[in-house]
Nanobody, 122 residues
Framework: VQLEESGGGSVQAGDSLRLSCATS????????MAWYRQAPGKERELVAT???????SYPDSVKGRFTISRDKAKNMVYLQMNNVEPEDTAVYYC?????????????????WGQGTQVTVSS
């Protein structure tokens, strides 16, 4: 499976940004997808999850500002980022959710993509 993130850029605090993730291949590992981010010097963190029934979940740090969605027909996953903050500056990645990535199968099937850089200035 290939994952290709796009849509990042440099924006001002309070702006909006929409990230896209193009997926290829067909595997159960794509059933529950997530967006992650990694800021310099920090560990990669989960920012949004979308389940097979399209229900979603978010950590408190982005809840109410970020929205994950998917278009299964187009093999796309999106992250709408509203009211961004300087603390949102990071490289953003899409991949399977943590539970699936914890399996050897999905870990091998879903290598990390290049990510897309989001930089938010105050």
């Amino acid at each position: 499976v290939q994952l290709e993130e796009s849509g990042g850029g440099s924006v001002q605090a309070g702006d909006s940004l929409r990230l896209s993730c193009a997926t290829s291949g067909d595997t159960i590992c794509l059933s529950v997808m997530a967006w992650y981010r990694q800021a310099p010097g920090k560990e990669r963190e989960l920012v949004a999850t979308i389940n097979g029934d399209d229900s979603t979940s978010y950590p408190d740090s982005v809840k109410g500002r970020f929205t994950i969605s998917r278009d299964k027909a187009k093999n796309m996953v999106y992250l709408q980022m509203n009211n961004v903050e300087p603390e949102d500056t990071a490289v953003y990645y899409c991949n399977a959710d943590r539970t699936l990535r914890g399996t050897p199968y999905c870990s091998e099937m879903m290598p990390w993509g290049q990510g897309t850089q989001v930089t938010v200035s105050s």
